[in-house]
Each structure stands twice: as C-alpha cells, then as structure tokens.
C-alpha cells in the first residue's frame, strides 16, 4: 500500500513530464527517463529494500601487517559462519517460499473455479451460490481477484443479497492489492458517481495506473485492437464482417492485386483477424514491393531493421527505407528517421530525423506523429514546445495510437501544453485502459450470444460492464430487456429494473438510443414508476443529440398532451425535424403529419366551425331561446366520441394515403408498359427499315 500511495504522490505531484524510448520499437525515438520508469524503479529499490550504509559487511585489515595470520584466520572464520548462516536462511527462505507459491496457486484455483461457476464453465454448470462460497474463501485469505470477484456478486446481488457497501470496500482492498479490474471498477464508479461520490481525481488515480499497464504491453501498431459488436436493437441483414474484409483481401492477393498484397501483408504482420505469420508476411510485403508499393518497402525495411521474421539486416533495411521514403512513403520517412535519430548505418543527425518525422506526420502517419511530439516535448533537433508535442499527440490519438492516448492524458492530468482538463484526461485514461486484454471478453461474449448460450453471454458482458465498457452495458441490457435469460431472475419487473441500470449507464456514456430506451421505460413504467416529465427529459437529451426517434415521440407527446402541453404546432416541429434527422424515419414521421392535419381540422372544426355553424343555423331558422336545430343528444354524442371521431379521422387519412400510393403504383406500371410497348413498336420499325435498306442496297448491287 505505502509502494502504491509514494508512487501515486510523485506521479501526481511532478511539474514535468518527460517521455522514454519504448525498447524493441523502431518507431519511437530514444527520449530522457520517463516519469513513469522513475515510479517504478522507486517501488523497486523500497521493495528490495537496498541497504546503503558504510561500513555493512566490510573486513577491516591492519595496514601495518600486524598479526595479519591471526585477522586473516578470523575472517575466514567469520565467512565460514556467515556462509552456514546464509545457507540456513536460504533453506529457510526456500521452504517459506515454496509455501506461499503453493498457497497462491490454491487461491488461484480457487479464484477460477469461482470465475467457471458464474460464467457457467463449470462442472457443475452455472452456480452462483458456490461461486459466491469460493469468493468469499479467496478474499478472506487476501487473493486480490477474489475480492474484486466478491465485490462484483455483491454490486448486483449474484448468489448473495446486493450490498454496495460492501462491493465498494472490496473493489478498494483489491485495488491496494494491485488487480486491474478492481482498478477500472473504481475509476468508472468516481467517475459517473455510483455508489460513490464523484471524484475525477479519484477516477484519474484509479485509471492512470491501469492505462499505464496497458501502455507498456503496446506494440508498434497500437496495442490490440478488440471488435466491438453491439447487439442490434433491431434485428438486420447479415452486415459486412470483420473476417469478410480480410478474406477479400487476401483473395486479391492471390491475384497480384498491389494494394491487396500490402494489406495482406499487414494483416499477418500484426496478425489482426487472422493467426499472426511473419514468414507470409514477408512473402506478401516482398511480392508487393517488385510491383513497386513504396509502402510495401518500407515494411520490409522494418522487418529487416528489427530482425522480426528475418535475419537483422541494417543496410539492407536503409536500403529498401530510402527507396521508401524518396517515393513519399509516411512509414519509410518515420521508419528512415528513426535510424538518423539513432545513427544507425546512418551519421547521428537529429535535425534531419526531425525533419522526417514532421513530413510523414503531415501526411498522416500516426507513429510519426507520436514521434513528433516526443521530440517537440524533449527539445530532440528542434526546440521544446509543449504546445506543438500536445498538438501531435492529439493528433495521433485522434487515430487511436494507444501511446499518444495515454501521452496526451498525462499532459492533460498535469496541465502541460493545454489547460488542466481532469474530465478530458480520465477519458483519455479510460480509453487506454480499455484496450487491455481482459476486453477479448468482449468477441467471446458476442459470439456466445451468437451460439445462443444467453446466460453465459450476460455474465461476460456483465462482468465487462462494472468496468464502465459502454458496449458490454448496451448489450447486457438487450439481453435482459429480450428475456432470454428466464433462469436469471423470476420476476420479469426486476428484470426490467436491472435493464434499466444498464442502460442509464451506457446512455450516461453518451449512447442515444440507450437514453431513448430509459425515456421509453418511464414512459410505460417498466421497472420504475410511469413518469411521463422524467421521460420526456431523456427524450429533449436524446433530441438535442439529432435523435429521430426522440424527435419523433416528442412529437407524438405534444400531440397527445402526454406528460407535456397540448401543442399541435410544437408536434408539427418534432415530427418536421425527425423526418429530416434520418431516412428511417421518413415514412412514420410522414404519416405522422398527415394525422396530424386530422387533429388540426379537428380542432379547427371543434373550435370554430361547431360554434359559429350553430350561431348560423340558430339566426337563419329564427330560432329563439335554448331551442336548437341540432338536437342536444347529437351533441352530446359527439363530445362523447370526439377522440374515437379523431382515430377515424387518422385511419381515413392512411387508408387515403395507400390508395394514393396503391393508385401511383398502378399509374407507374402502366406508364412502364406503355413505354415498353412503344419501345418494341419503334424497334419493329427500325429493323424493318433496315431490312428494306439491305434489299435496296442488294438491289443497286
């Protein structure tokens, strides 16, 4: 604990922030030490506990040679002692060590056995409540991925009663303990103010760590990157894949097709979507470079400077990188810029590597922009210039390099090159750390949603959720809101009410059709009281945001006077900008206003026409007093069933409308076989004359 906290006051504190060489990287320039390596050399020298006192384990001999048989037979003596010692502490040591190995193993296996029960990966298939049990056993014992375990059956009541408190109080012990996840829970819960009260600092400590983890596992390409798959609301037609592209790719390789052979390439060089193979890579780069692909030469240029699936060739890689950057290629001029930063087969020159970087940053190439920043931060072959290093950062994290993500979140957290901006850094923070591994969850719980296996995919994606992931909370939801998981829950109201917490959770996180679906649960009271105003609240959020769906029951509110003031006209603007926000929304919004012109001639005749109709009738026929031409009991009748007049009136208006459609139809395929008909006539007639043309010919012959 006291490691963590001196770690986090220096982090924390620092005025400056410096930026390191990331080895193994050719992209990255060699910087001074970083902040972060500072942190953790510090948690290294307390946790070895380095002793630097004079004198410790010195043997001091007489410089005048007195008795030096008798100093040199003592001191062997001595280290004779000290050497049975040392191995009697080892033995020990040893013992104690092989100890506590074998009770963490247990603790492990036990976490694990608790993570199958919940997950259904069990023997004994999905049971919460022996989950629950062994959770409960590891976190007792202090096994940090227990506590977070037990913390998240207590924050949504699995196999035990909810308690907050107490998922709280665990998610922090475990978090002191060092577990990630614990970590994310935190930060996500400082931040949206669940369960705890905001604190953005306190979401910035929590989630710096974490991306701080997941930045140091980040490779040359941006660290993984994990497909998102949102269940849709609305179920559509089988959409472009993933796997669908690289297939393509790869089949247009096989053709010599240029482009395809440089993707192709990248695709098994990173090895995203398909098994990583360095030897195919190459084949691919290589047969794309003699097409002459600059990009292609620059690959391979890279292959060769860092000894990844063949032998480490330097000139060779200077070669194919000046081939490469003399045609304008942005990852031959980063990659060349590199090896003059370093002097690599190349004299040492930074102003030239500067020069580099900044015209393959201007051409879009993420790493070199990254690089610039770097070189803009330490004053690297130009001067330091906070501002420009934010600006390049900025830049490449606009294109989700991982390390310009977590860069430009320091800068943000300490106020250097902009502003002091907490929000904007834990989002940065937050992104990073969601790109750690434990995100693959996220293809294993779509794809069990997929095979039909509903339960095991809502705790996958449940489990992801308490992270903060926006789209595990979206998708947990649906699940729920669909009922596929029966066994989970026998009331189908707190199935609703778990629903509802995901998705305020993903329209917290800005979702718009989340924050229509809470809108539309107050609305028909689905796990929480009717409230038509809180309703249309989310409703105006998700409208302000270009939502046509919110637009358009806005508008069918104001119509209705439903939880909002009858307004026709204000109905009319709703319905008027929803059919302009989206093509989806066109037909509905039209019939929509054609209702409404009903409701206004309704009102207009209520209003109106009724009364001064009556006024006419009553002067001309001369009749006095409370006598009427129209009976009362006609009256009556109609403002008994003026709304019933009204739907009527609605039902006349789109029957109209098919039939004008079902008419333009029948109108159309007339005019198309007519026009095909004149068509076939005037062809008749061209050949004719054609043939009458050929015998005239022949005749003249």
């Known amino acids: 604990v006291v490691v963590a906290v001196v770690a986090s006051l220096v982090l924390v504190s620092s005025s400056s922030l410096c930026l390191c060489e990331v080895q193994d990287d050719p992209s990255r320039p060699v910087g001074e030490k970083s902040l972060i390596e500072e942190d953790v050399a510090l948690e ?62 247990e603790q492990r296996a036990q976490y694990l056995e608790a993570l199958s ?85 306190s979401a910035i400590s929590n989630y710096r760590r974490v991306a701080r983890e997941v930045n140091d596992h980040v490779t040359l390409g941006g660290g993984e990157m994990i497909e998102r798959k949102r269940i849709d609301l609305i179920p559509k037609e089988e959409a472009i894949t993933e ?104 004299e040492k020159n930074e102003e030239q590597a500067f020069k580099y970087f900044l015209h393959a940053a201007q051409l879009g190439y993420s790493d070199a922009q990254f690089n610039l920043a770097v070189l803009y931060f330490n004053g690297i072959g130009t001067k330091e210039d906070e501002a420009s290093a934010h600006k390049f950062f900025k830049l490449a994290a606009q294109q989700g390099h991982v390390s310009a993500i977590y860069h430009l979140g320091l800068m943000q957290s300490l106020g250097q090159g902009a502003p002091y901006n907490c929000e904007s850094a834990s989002s940065l923070f937050k992104n990073v750390a969601e790109r750690g591994g434990w995100m693959s969850d996220m293809m ?59 998705w305020k959770q993903s329209a917290e996180q800005g979702q718009l059709d989340a924050r229509v679906k809470v809108g539309d649960y107050m609305y028909f009271g689905k796990g929480v009281s009717v409230d038509y105003s809180a309703a249309a609240n989310e409703y105006r959020i998700a409208a302000d945001a270009q939502n046509a769906q919110a637009m358009f029951n806005l508008g069918a509110m104001h119509q209705f006077g439903i939880g909002l003031d009858k307004d026709l006209h204000l109905a009319k603007r709703y319905y008027d900008m929803a059919y302009e926000a989206s093509e989806d929304a066109k037909l509905p919004s039209s019939i929509a206003l054609d209702a409404l012109k009903v409701s206004f001639f309704m009102e207009y005749l209520h209003d109106e026409w009724w009364p001064k109709a009556m006024e006419f009738v009553n002067r001309v ?81």
């Not at 037979?73 to 004779?80: G, H, N, Q, R, Y």
């Not at 294993?444 to 489990?463: F, I, N, R, V």
């Not at 649906?478 to 109201?493: A, C, H, M, S």
């Not at 159309?668 to 004359?689: C, D, G, S, V």
């Open 117 to 201: 029960c919940l997950l259904g990966n069990s023997s004994t298939g999905f049971d919460l409540k022996r989950a629950f049990e062994l959770a409960t056993i590891g976190a007792d014992e202090g096994y940090p991925s227990s506590q977070f375990l037990l913390g998240f059956l207590y924050a949504y009541g699995l196999g035990t009663e909810a308690n907050m408190a107490k998922a709280v109080v665990l998610y922090t012990v475990s978090s002191l303990g060092g577990n990630s996840l614990a970590r994310m829970a935190l930060g996500y819960r400082y931040t949206v103010g669940l369960g705890l009260e905001k604190n953005c600092e």
């Open 621 to 701: 026929l001369q009749i006095e007093g409370d006598k009427t031409l129209i009976p009362s009991s006609w009256q009556d009748a109609y403002k008994q069933y003026e709304d019933e007049l009204l739907v009527l009136g609605v039902v006349g208006v789109i029957l109209t409308y098919l039939a004008r459609a079902l008419h333009i139809a029948r109108y159309r395929r007339k005019m198309a076989r007519n026009i095909e008909k004149i068509i076939k006539q005037q062809a008749k007639k061209e050949l004719k004359r054609r043939q009458q043309q050929q015998e005239e010919e022949k005749e003249e012959e």
């Open 44 to 105: 290294d020298d307390i946790e070895h506990g380095q002793d630097t006192e004079d004198g410790e384990g010195v043997v001091v001999v007489d410089k005048n040679g007195d008795n030096e048989s008798d100093h040199i037979e003592e001191t062997s003596m001595k280290v004779e002692e000290l050497q049975v010692e040392e191995q009697q502490v080892e033995e020990e040591n040893g013992l104690e060590h092989d100890e506590a190995d074998h009770v963490v193993n």
């Open 243 to 346: 796997q669908d592209i690289i297939h393509y790719y790869i089949y247009n390789a096989d053709f010599g097709d240029k482009a395809s052979l440089l993707m192709a390439g990248k695709l098994y060089y990173m090895g995203k979507g398909i098994e990583q193979n360095y030897g195919e890579a190459f084949k691919f780069f290589k047969r794309a470079a003699q097409l002459g692909s600059p990009d292609a030469k620059a690959m391979l240029g890279e292959m060769y400077m860092t000894g990844v699936g063949v032998a480490a060739d330097n000139k060779t890689a200077i070669q194919y990188l000046k081939e490469a950057a003399e045609k304008n290629s942005a990852a031959g001029l980063s990659l060349y810029a590199k090896m003059l930063l370093d002097g690599t087969e190349v």
């Open 444 to 502: 294993t719980a779509y794809d069990k949603y997929q095979e039909g296996q509903y339960l095991q995919s809502l705790m996958h994606y449940t489990l992801l959720a308490e992270l903060g992931v926006e789209c595990a909370q979206h998708n947990s939801a649906l699940i729920l809101e669909k009922d596929l998981v029966p066994e989970f829950n026998t009331e189908r109201n707190d199935t609703f009410k778990r629903a509802l917490h995901f």
